[in-house]
């Protein structure tokens, strides 16, 4: 069985966190990345939020 994992994408633009989720959730990475610059403006957690995920995600496999 198949499990779907979340992990950095290697479709970037800055560290692959936002096609990471967009993968994840089988969505456009454009929108996530405008999405999160939208939360980054409006409260700036965006930023920390981004770091974060940075450190946690693991990078995806090489198939």
Known sequence: MY???LTKSNNRMLLGVCAG???YFDIDPNVVRLLWVM???LGG???L???IAAV???SAYEE
């Open 21 to 23: 989720i967009a993968e």
């Open 49 to 51: 939020g981004y770091i």
């Open 45 to 47: 957690s965006g930023i």
């Open 56 to 58: 946690i995600m693991p």
């Open 39 to 41: 939360f980054c403006l």
């Open 3 to 5: 499990m779907k994992r």
